[in-house]
């Protein structure tokens, strides 16, 4: 049904054995996801250890080897099944790994990325506060040096894996002047350390799982080399680069609601044909469906490999998450108008990935703050 045109036989053996992973182990968790909140972190950790989300991180520094195109696969696969899913472990394999990767030094590599790299160890990466993730003069969070110790206080909301990580990156303002881009640390701070408290955990429309909340930092002490340093330009690269992350993830969602409402479209009887059968409009509507998904495809793979080739592809990361959100709320819609009534039912499963499309226009960016990332770079 979908042109794939960048496969080879390496990669069609990761696809198998990620989709094999995702429907006996991620689709069972699915309720617990949904109707519990529960974090699907033994799966994440279990997929690491699998060394499915090493492809962002080269060898030498524990990954599997910079290949982007095995990354979006192996996304894509697990958006198939759960936005969730997908959306943690995106944040494990490059948004966090990744940033750890190109600013730790020797001895952090080994101390914190490889364990997590391993399967070891469940990263956490807070920046946002009450003041928004944009306004860096509003930081409340600050890290002051004492002796061999960085002491740190304040507090983050919407963190992710709040109340499950085994380690986090916090992003800490300085104690003697405004808070800039040039002047937040960021710093490794483990969860078992005395004065770090998880607070609210927010009831979202989607993503249930992710364990979004709050966090409290009371003198928090770690020690002076969990300090990664300053780089917070560096760890928004390793955001935007992350779309194409949450790229193959929506790209795994609207091929889910879109095959399942084929079939539904092809077995439903109405006056002793199906509806696929009697009405045209209804092929017509899908076949549009199926030219927006595929172009997107096409759009996000290509990008993928001019991302092995050095190609700088920052502006269509970007671009891509933005296409993405909208058109994925757009499949899902059009999808459950042609499934009818039954569209709206949990149990039929379109409405979760309607939900979750929500979900990947806020976290990261808003659809409206990547339309102006853009045309500033214009």
Same mark, same amino acid.
């Given at each position: 049904?979908?042109?794939?045109?960048?496969?080879?036989?390496?990669?069609?053996?990761?696809?198998?054995?990620?989709?094999?992973?995702?429907?006996?182990?991620?689709?069972?968790?699915?309720?617990?996801?949904?109707?519990?909140?529960?974090?699907?972190?033994?799966?994440?950790?279990?997929?690491?250890?699998?060394?499915?989300?090493?492809?962002?991180?080269?060898?030498?520094?524990g990954?599997?080897?910079?290949?982007?195109?095995?990354?979006?696969?192996?996304?894509?696969?697990?958006?198939?099944?759960?936005?969730?899913?997908?959306?943690?472990?995106?944040?494990?394999?490059?948004?966090f790994?990744g940033?750890?990767a190109?600013?730790?030094?020797?001895?952090?590599?080994?101390?914190?990325?490889?364990?997590?790299?391993?399967?070891?160890?469940?990263?956490?990466?807070?920046?946002?506060?009450? $003041? #928004?993730?944009?306004?860096?003069? =509003?930081? %409340? *969070?600050?890290?002051?040096?004492? +002796?061999?110790? @960085?002491?740190?206080?304040?507090?983050?909301?919407?963190?992710?894996?709040?109340?499950?990580?085994?380690?986090?990156?916090?992003?800490?303002?300085?104690?003697?002047?405004?808070?800039?881009?040039?002047?937040?640390?960021?710093i490794?701070?483990?969860?078992?350390?005395?004065?770090?408290v998880?607070?609210?955990?927010?009831?979202?429309?989607?993503?249930?799982g992710?364990?979004?909340?709050?966090?409290?930092?009371?003198?928090?002490?770690?020690?002076?080399?969990?300090d990664?340093?300053?780089?917070?330009?560096?760890?928004?690269?390793?955001?935007?680069?992350?779309?194409?992350?949450?790229?193959?993830?929506?790209?795994?969602?609207m091929?889910?609601?879109?095959?399942?409402?084929?079939?539904?479209?092809?077995?439903?009887?109405? $006056? #002793?044909?199906?509806?696929?059968? =009697?009405? %045209? *409009?209804?092929?017509?509507?899908? +076949?549009?469906? @199926?030219?927006?998904?595929d172009?997107?495809?096409?759009s996000?793979?290509?990008?993928?490999?001019?991302?092995?080739?050095?190609?700088?592809m920052?502006?269509?990361?970007?671009?891509?998450?933005h296409?993405?959100?909208?058109?994925?709320?757009?499949?899902?819609s059009?999808?459950?108008?042609?499934?009818?009534?039954?569209?709206?039912?949990?149990?039929?499963?379109i409405e979760?990935?309607y939900?979750d499309?929500?979900?990947?226009?806020?976290v990261?960016?808003s659809?409206?703050?990547?339309?102006?990332?853009?045309?500033?770079?214009?």
């Amino acid at each position: 049904m979908w042109s794939k045109w960048y496969m080879n036989e390496e990669r069609r053996l990761i696809e198998k054995a990620v989709k094999t992973f995702a429907e006996k182990e991620v689709r069972p968790f699915i309720s617990a996801m949904e109707d519990e909140d529960k974090s699907p972190k033994e799966l994440v950790l279990a997929l690491t250890k699998l060394g499915f989300l090493g492809y962002t991180i080269p060898e030498e520094k524990g990954g599997s080897g910079v290949d982007w195109v095995n990354y979006g696969i192996v996304i894509e696969e697990l958006g198939k099944v759960s936005g969730n899913m997908a959306f943690i472990a995106l944040l494990q394999g490059e948004v966090f790994a990744g940033f750890m990767a190109s600013l730790a030094n020797e001895q952090q590599i080994e101390k914190f990325l490889k364990p997590a790299l391993r399967g070891e160890c469940l990263l956490g990466g807070w920046v946002t506060e009450p $003041g #928004g993730i944009n306004d860096l003069g =509003s930081f %409340e *969070t600050k890290a002051r040096l004492d +002796g061999d110790e @960085w002491v740190i206080n304040g507090g983050k909301i919407f963190a992710t894996n709040a109340d499950c990580m085994d380690c986090a990156i916090v992003a800490c303002g300085p104690v003697d002047e405004v808070p800039s881009a040039d002047n937040i640390r960021y710093i490794m701070v483990p969860k078992d350390t005395p004065g770090f408290v998880p607070g609210h955990i927010e009831n979202k429309i989607g993503f249930n799982g992710s364990r979004t909340g709050q966090i409290y930092l009371n003198d928090v002490r770690v020690p002076k080399e969990n300090d990664l340093g300053l780089g917070t330009e560096l760890f928004n690269y390793h955001m935007f680069l992350g779309y194409c992350g949450y790229a193959a993830a929506m790209l795994g969602g609207m091929e889910t609601v879109f095959e399942q409402t084929v079939g539904y479209l092809k077995q439903r009887l109405s $006056g #002793g044909k199906s509806l696929w059968e =009697s009405h %045209e *409009t209804v092929r017509f509507d899908i +076949g549009k469906l @199926w030219q927006a998904i595929d172009t997107y495809r096409n759009s996000l793979y290509g990008a993928l490999v001019g991302m092995n080739q050095g190609t700088d592809m920052y502006l269509s990361m970007i671009a891509l998450k933005h296409e993405g959100e909208q058109l994925m709320e757009h499949v899902c819609s059009e999808c459950m108008s042609l499934y009818g009534g039954l569209g709206l039912v949990k149990e039929t499963g379109i409405e979760r990935f309607y939900r979750d499309a929500k979900m990947y226009s806020m976290v990261c960016g808003s659809t409206k703050t990547l339309t102006g990332l853009i045309s500033s770079q214009l």
